[in-house]
């Protein structure tokens, strides 16, 4: 009954549009009162003392250096260095922006922040270019979901705050599976744009122009290198790398590119702020959200229910994976990856899955739902950039979306494609 009403308020509340950091405040609260088993003050200290952790650190500088390279000129040159190699092919420029998403993924963390960064500049120019205003916007819709597959990622941070798994682990775990997922939006990308005439810039790919678009773009190349070595190499750790893109995005912005003014620090601040705020929100009442159903036993509950269901492990698994994909639909990804994940960890652990595999999974199947309705981040970013509907959007997207669950699918049974450089 405890269960029921969590659960209930939570989704009444959700219903009704309350924010979901909120929701899950709200429903914690009418719980406790209904049980009477924990004092009032849980919520309260719950919210405290879920932030207070050294790595949980890592994300608002993230955030913040998504938003400082995002104003810094950076997303721009990454597109020339894409353009030099794909323009001229078919489908070249939206090619060549699914590749610089897939760049910036790797500088911000953050899905929605690539899909701004980069959407603002490229959908007008694919529809000046002819491409259909529908398919530019869903190219960067679903392109901009890497953001949080590519390393590094603000929810493989949670999931290794929350799953005590190795952090760094997670980045290098998340690139081979995250250029899977890019290749398989390029395939799809190219034979539309095949069958549509969408056609290249006509002009010759040459070394000396990929020269100088990369020489250009040297100082934003740099960053995910300097950032996955330092970790891997030991010589920082990720919350000390998140600091340091925050320190070398300003330097790259403000000295090298001189794109970033003085001006323009206090509303990067400020925006930065304001999302860290969410994001903090939502991680502070979701981790009392999670504590209080393992304190009322539900995780067990679960797990006793799905083995019921059936004890073969590749039966268990894509009921798991179907469980994200609709939880990915209603729920932010951070919430989802606190609450889940201390219910879905140890069943997956049960079956012979790999904590950092798994954490892969869980963060794959949750960045596919940035481009699915009701909640679609990515489709409401887009949208806003483009001005569609979020109807027409999430028709557009469709195909997309049966590239990236095919892509999930051979990540979940392919265990190697993601502990690949963990061996």
Known sequence: MTAAVLFGAFAILLLLSVPIGISLGIATLITIIYSGSLPLEFLAKELVTSLDSFPLMAVPFFILAGEIMGKGGISDRLFRVANSLVGNKTGGFAIATIITCMFFAAISGSGPATVAAIGGIMIPVMVREGYDKRFATAVVAAAGSLGVIIPPSIPMVMYGVVGSVSIGDMFIAGIIPGILVGVALIIYTYFYSRKKGYTGSGQKTSLSNIAKAVWEAKWALLIPIIILG?????????????????????????????????????????????TTATVLIIVGTATAFGRLLTIEQIPNQVAEAMLAVSENPIVLILLITLLLLIVGCFMDTIAAIIILTPILLPIAINLGYDPVHFGIIMVLNLAIGFITPPLGVNLFVGSGISGLSIEALSKAIVPFFIAMVLTLLIVVFVPQLSLFFLR
């Open 230 to 274: 330092g970790i891997y190499g030991g010589v920082f750790t990720p919350t000390e790398a998140a600091v340091i893109a925050v320190v070398y995005g300003l330097v790259a912005g403000m000295l090298l590119y001189r794109e970033l003014k003085l001006k323009d620090l206090p509303k990067v601040i400020i925006d930065s702020a304001l």
